[in-house]
């Protein structure tokens, strides 16, 4: 599935149901959100196991501190941007913190419930 594709220099157009606007999150309506790699990336989310991380997460992210990462895995693993990738968590891929730092982390900071699938 080539989600990338190249733009076109003339302009685009489709035909779409205002039903169908309505199920996106960003209520778009212009010929771009109706591409053809749109609607395989959405085919593909929606086959696979997937979750809002408003689920997980108490409060939109922000910027903040950052607890100093030890060696190892012996402590609470640190979900950032490199180890999501292909829609997914990789446990694999993260830092960890000790479990002191963590206890110092705000409450709205932490997970709300932890998945595993």
């Known amino acids: 599935m ?6 076109k220099n003339y302009p685009m157009h489709t035909k779409t149901k205002l039903s ?4 996106t999150h960003s209520l778009r309506c212009d010929a771009k959100q109706f591409k053809k790699r749109f609607a395989e990336l959405k ?3 929606d086959i696979e196991d997937t979750f809002y991380l408003g689920e997980l997460i108490p409060q939109p992210l922000v910027k903040g ?5 030890i060696d190892g895995t012996d402590g609470i693993a640190v979900i950032n ?3 999501i990738q292909h829609l997914q968590i990789n446990l694999e891929d993260c830092r960890y913190i000790s479990e002191e730092d963590f206890d110092c982390i705000l409450e ?3 997970l709300k419930k ?4």
């Open 43 to 45: 085919k593909m989310i």
């Open 108 to 110: 709205n900071r932490k």
């Open 20 to 23: 169908e606007i309505r199920k």
């Open 2 to 7: 080539g989600l990338m594709d190249k733009s």
């Open 65 to 69: 501190g950052q607890p100093p990462y």
């Open 81 to 83: 941007t490199l180890s």
């Open 114 to 117: 932890v998945m595993f699938y």
